[in-house]
């Protein structure tokens, strides 16, 4: 494997545009970054950095096969946790966690975000996600802020876990075959051209909107200035996104430590995409990485007849029920072989491993598919340098049920991010502490 190139200096954006959104009254900050606060980036990619791999699907694990009936260090191993059997300590599950909505297919985006699309405009942070949020956190560090892997088939439209502050969804990496090429796939110098003929365009017709925007602000009432900064929170994305591109493009990428892979359906391809997230992390591509296993995956694949979807509504069937928990199982198998390949890497001249330094969060915004509940979501977190080996059982009345954005707060803080709040938080998780 080649070796890592050292990140670009971040450079801030116009200055020039800054003084334009602050000179119209319309208050728009950039994200919060360390890489823009003080110390260098050399400084910051010399310090152990931490990581964050967010694996959600579609449908739920069936409540029946998934949680044990005790709690503690000494819960059983359910049909559905026996794959993750020689990770007891290096995990903890999560129950009656949840973020309080209603919406069957309808809510199962909010899984890393707390709230709904469509009601994210009055939050302090928007409808953003806890890996976007990690990722600019992160900023230029790394090649990819973050990689957001998953399909754009399946029943509602493809992946949807991953969303800006400003509500836009996060297209996904469709396959294997595509991550590959962008982790270890330089262009030709005709490519570079291109690519940096584009950014620069792109900044020229920015430069054009916002001259268009000042001159518009002056005659908007309140109610449609506040639609401008809005559209101009749009506008702070795409400066940052295209401050990236522009560094990164003389940096060449590391070596391809495989053979490149070919896109065989997202069942099959699962283990294949699980080793290149984990190269990614290896080689410091990126710290921040999503997986959606949606509709798009292929029973079939398992020899299962009937689909992944219909068989989530199983209707108490006993025969449905036992298809649709080997396709589950199967997607936990593939977590837990994940988590072997992060214990397998060893990091530095240090006893730690990938897994160490890796919070790995494994779950889905439906609680049970069947009923089409968004409540009691299947969470399960390892790694990540936090004391793990428990079930740990949060209250189930309503009065006292605790946010699963708590959970989300403390991962913030464990990525090195400094907000004590997160969407519908209340704090951080009660008994959830650092190794």
């Known amino acids: 494997m080649g070796p890592v190139s050292e990140p670009p200096v971040m450079k801030y954006p116009n200055p020039a545009r800054r003084r334009f959104l602050k000179a119209s009254g319309i208050a728009i900050a950039l994200p919060p ?55 007891r300590s290096d995990l903890t599950l999560f129950s009656h966690l949840d973020h309080g909505l209603k919406g069957g297919h309808f809510a199962v985006h909010t899984f890393l975000t707390g709230v709904k699309a469509a009601e994210a405009r009055g939050m302090p942070d928007g409808g953003i996600s806890l890996d976007q949020r990690a990722a600019e956190h992160v ?24 969303w800006t502050r400003t509500g836009t969804r996060v297209p996904p990496i469709d396959g294997p075959n595509e991550l590959f090429r962008m982790l270890f796939l330089d262009d030709d110098a005709n490519a570079k051209r291109k690519a940096t003929d584009r950014i620069e365009l792109q900044g020229s017709i920015l430069d054009a909107v916002l001259g268009d925007a000042k001159s518009l602000g002056r005659r908007l009432n309140k109610s449609d200035n506040r639609k401008l900064d809005e559209y101009l929170s749009s506008v702070r994305d795409v400066e940052v996104r295209l401050d990236l ?80 928990v080997q396709i589950e199982r199967y997607q936990v198998e593939q977590f837990a072989r994940f988590l072997d390949k992060l214990k397998s890497i060893q990091q530095d001249e240090s006893d730690l491993t990938l897994l160490d330094s890796t919070m790995a969060l494994f779950g889905s915004g439906m609680g049970n598919a069947n009923s089409h509940t968004n409540h009691d ?21 309503s009065r006292r049920r605790v946010p699963l954005c708590n959970l989300y707060v403390s991962m913030l803080h464990r990525f090195g991010v400094e907000s004590d709040s997160f969407a519908t938080s209340t704090g951080t998780l009660r008994g959830l502490e650092f190794a």
């Open 245 to 324: 591109q522009k560094q990164w493009q003389d940096v060449p990428k590391p070596a391809p430590p495989i053979e490149e892979p070919k896109d065989e359906g997202l069942t099959r391809d699962l283990p294949k995409i699980y080793d290149l997230i984990a190269l990614a992390l290896q080689t410091d591509s990126t710290r921040v990485a999503t997986l959606e296993v949606g509709g798009s995956f292929a029973a079939r694949d398992l020899g299962i007849s009937q689909g992944y979807h219909s068989l989530s509504h199983h209707g108490q069937v006993p025969e449905k029920i036992d298809l649709l």
């Open 33 to 87: 970054m360390p890489s823009l606060a003080g110390a260098s980036t050399a400084q910051r990619a010399a310090e152990k950095p931490v990581r964050m791999v967010c694996v959600g699907n579609e449908f739920g694990m069936y409540p029946g096969a998934f949680w044990p009936e005790s709690a503690g260090g000494d819960y059983e191993l359910t049909p559905l946790l026996e794959p993750l059997a020689k990770h």
């Open 139 to 162: 900023g230029a560090l790394t090649r990819f802020p973050s990689l957001t892997i998953g399909s754009e088939g399946g029943l509602h439209g493809g992946c949807r876990m991953s």
């Open 377 to 397: 979501l299947p969470v399960i977190l390892a790694g990540g340098g936090f004391h793990h080996g428990e079930h740990r059982r949060y209250p189930e009345e």
